[in-house]
């Protein structure tokens, strides 16, 4: 089966940076849909990027320009380099994957879940 295992999340302070990374077993990374997901306390979970499989990379407006989704399809892996961060980007953060195409951004459209990484922004 599919699984997806996040690491790389920990504390830091604004301005910093981040390297998420996501491990996948069971099936391909550069042949689906990768992405990554987030939620604060009290707030739905919501997409942060997607890597398509064209090679197109789709991210949310918050982080445009300070976040970058890249795979290793050597190592089937995901990445998520966050660079810049603000106390706003704290939160679980959680790799996500539907087979095939992507969608959206929309965490609806994900089939396939990690357990998640914590990510923590403050001075």
């Known amino acids: 089966q599919v699984q997806l295992v996040e690491s790389g999340g920990g504390s830091v302070q604004p301005g910093g940076s981040l390297r998420l990374s996501c491990a996948v077993s069971g099936y391909t990374v550069s042949g689906n849909c990768m992405g990554w997901f987030r939620q604060a306390p009290g707030t739905e979970r919501e997409g942060v990027a997607l890597a398509f499989t064209n090679g197109v990379r789709v991210y949310n407006p918050r982080v445009k320009g300070r976040f970058n989704i890249s795979r290793d399809n050597a190592e089937n892996k995901v990445y998520l380099q966050m660079n810049f961060l603000r106390a706003e980007d704290s939160g679980m953060y959680y790799c996500?994957?539907?087979?095939?195409?992507?969608?959206?951004?929309?965490?609806?459209?994900?089939?396939?879940w990690g357990q998640g990484t914590q990510v923590t922004v403050s001075s």
């Open positions: 996500g994957s539907r087979p095939g195409s992507c969608h959206g951004l929309d965490p609806k459209y994900a089939q396939y």
